[in-house]
C-alpha cells in the first residue's frame, strides 16, 4: 500500500508544508504514543532530539503535545546526532525515541525518525501502523488531565554522547600529534564532534559549528566536502572528517584534500577488524550502490559483499538476518553494529583513525584500500507528483538497452530516491568510456519521460 507519511528514512519534506507540518507532528505524537503504550499502569517515556533547523522549533513542540497528551512523559535532549538519540532511546529505558531531522537536505527541509525500545528504526510494518493511527480519530484515546505526561529537558544529553563514543576508540591509543578538520555542516554535531576528537588528543580545525537555523548543509559537511578538504590543506591538517546535518554518516579526506568515499571506510575497516578477528558473519553488508571494487577487493580477502536497497534500515536488516556486525552505504553511513544501531558518523571516523594511529600510516596510503571500478552517477529531477518516469517503456528499454551494452562487464542500478524527487542513474564496470554512455543514454530517456 502506499506509504502516505513515511518514506524510506521516517517522514521527510519541505517544513511547513505536507507532510512537515506542525499539525502531521502532532498527529504522529498522538498516534505513537498510543502505539506504544502497554496496558499497565506504569509511566511511559519518549525521548527527543533534534538537529539545528529553525523548523526544529515548530515541529518539536507539537511532537511534545502529541505525546503528553497521549500520556506519555518526554525528555528532550536540543541538539544531538541520530546515533546518539537511538543510543539514548536504550539506555534511558525509553517506549520511543524520536530525531527531529532532514539529514544532509537543506535547511528547508525537515523530517521524523522513530526509534523503538531497542534504539532500532522502526520497521515498515510498525511504520504503517502509526501512519493508520494518524489518519483515524484520536481524540477518543486521550489521556485523563491527571495522566498527562510531564517534559524535562536533559541537560547533559551531549556530554553523554561524547563519552560513549571517546569510549569506542581503544584505551591504548591517543589521537596525540594528529591535526584533524572536522567539518560539522552546522548540524547536530557542531559540539560534541570536535569536544571528542580533542578530548582524545587530536588538535582539531572546527568547520561548520556556527549553526543559525538556517546555514545546516550549506555548502558543508559531507554533501559538500569541498569545504572539508580546503581546511585540511589550509591548515596543513593530517586528514579531514566531514558529517551531515544529523552526523548519521560522514565523509572523509586525507592530506591532500583527495575525497575518501563510504566504499574505502568500509574496506578499511573491514581489514582492520577482519585482521584482528572481530568481523563477524563472514562478510560485509553494501548496496547496490556498492562499487564493484569494494567486492573485489573483499573477495580476495575469503570475504563477502551483501547487497541490499539503498537505506541503512536495509542494511542493518540484512545484518541483523546475517550475523555481520559492519555494513553501509557508499554516501557515507556506516553502521557498526558492535557499537551502535545506526549509522554513526563520529564512532566510524574514530574507527578508521584507531588504524591510522596503530599502522603508522599517512592517510593517503591508508584511504586506496582497492582501485574503484569506474562508476557514474547522475541524478534527474521530476516534479513532484508527476507519475513515476521508472514505470515508462522509455525509461524499461534504455535500462535493458544499457545493460545490453555493458555485455556482463558491469552494472546498471535505476532507483528513485526516497528524500526527493529524483530518479538515481548508476552504472560502474571496467570501460570508463561506456559507463558514461550508458548513464548518459539512460539519464537521457529519464528526462524525457519525466517532461
Known amino acids: 500500500m502506499p506509504r502516505r507519511y513515511f518514506g524510506t528514512d521516517g517522514i521527510r519534506g519541505r517544513a511547513n508544508q505536507f507532510p512537515m507540518t506542525a499539525e502531521v507532528a502532532l498527529r504522529v505524537g498522538l498516534a505513537a504514543g498510543r502505539a506504544f503504550r502497554s496496558g499497565d499502569d506504569r509511566r511511559h517515556l519518549v525521548v527527543i532530539g533534534k538537529d539545528t533547523r529553525l523548523s526544529g522549533y515548530m515541529v518539536e513542540p507539537a ?6 497528551s497521549a500520556g506519555m512523559d518526554v525528555r528532550t535532549f536540543g541538539p544531538l ?18 530525531m527531529i531531522s532532514a539529514s544532509h537536505n537543506p535547511a528547508v527541509d525537515n523530517g521524523i525518525k522513530l526509534f523503538g525500545p531497542d534504539g532500532y528504526k522502526l520497521s515498515d510494518e510498525r511504520e504503517s501502523e502509526i501512519a493508520n493511527l494518524m489518519d483515524q480519530g484520536l481524540e477518543e484515546e486521550l489521556a485523563p488531565p491527571e495522566k498527562l505526561g510531564r517534559v524535562v529537558r536533559i541537560e547533559d544529553a551531549q556530554a553523554r554522547y561524547v563519552e560513549i563514543a571517546k569510549a569506542t576508540f581503544p584505551k591504548a591509543l591517543s589521537l596525540s600529534g594528529l591535526r584533524i578538520a572536522v567539518d560539522c555542516a552546522h548540524g547536530a554535531g557542531y559540539k560534541v564532534a570536535p569536544t571528542a576528537l580533542y578530548e582524545l588528543g587530536a588538535e582539531v580545525v572546527p568547520v561548520g559549528v556556527t549553526p543559525n537555523g538556517l546555514n545546516i548543509n550549506d555548502g558543508c559537511g559531507s554533501t559538500h566536502p569541498e569545504a572539508m578538504a580546503q581546511a585540511v590543506r589550509e591548515y596543513r591538517c593530517d586528514l579531514g572528517i566531514a558529517l551531515d546535518g544529523d552526523a548519521d554518516r560522514l565523509a572523509l579526506c586525507d592530506e591532500n584534500g583527495l575525497l575518501v568515499d563510504g566504499d574505502q571506510i568500509l574496506a578499511i575497516i573491514a581489514g582492520a577488524w577482519a585482521a584482528e578477528g572481530r568481523l563477524t558473519g563472514g562478510g560485509v553488508v553494501g548496496t547496490v550502490m556498492s562499487n564493484l571494487g569494494l567486492e573485489r577487493m573483499l573477495g580476495e580477502k575469503g570475504l563477502q559483499l551483501h547487497r541490499t536497497k539503498v537505506g541503512d534500515r536495509y542494511v542493518m536488516a540484512k545484518m541483523r538476518e546475517g550475523g555481520i556486525n559492519l555494513g553501509g552505504e557508499q554516501s557515507g553511513h556506516i553502521i557498526l553494529s558492535d557499537l551502535s544501531t545506526t549509522g554513526d558518523g563520529l564512532i566510524s571516523a574514530l574507527q578508521v583513525l584507531s588504524v591510522l594511529v596503530q599502522t603508522r600510516k599517512k592517510m593517503s596510503e591508508l584511504a586506496r584500500q582497492f582501485e574503484p571500478a569506474p562508476q557514474k552517477l547522475v541524478n534527474v529531477r521530476y516534479a513532484k507528483g ?55 543514454s539512460i539519464a537521457q530517456a529519464v528526462k524525457q519521460a519525466a517532461a
Open 81 to 98: 546526532p541520530t546515533p546518539a538519540v537511538a543510543m539514548m532511546t536504550r539506555s534511558m529505558r525509553a517506549d520511543l525515541g524520536v
Open 386 to 440: 508527476a507519475a513515476d518516469p521508472l514505470e515508462t517503456d522509455l525509461v524499461q528499454t534504455a535500462i535493458r538497452d544499457g545493460e545490453a551494452r555493458l555485455n556482463g562487464s558491469g552494472r546498471v542500478v535505476v532507483r528513485a530516491s526516497g528524500t526527493e524527487s529524483l530518479i538515481r542513474v548508476m552504472a560502474e564496470g571496467d570501460d570508463e568510456k561506456l559507463v558514461a554512455k550508458v548513464v548518459q
Open 63 to 68: 511532537l511534545v503535545a502529541g505525546f503528553v
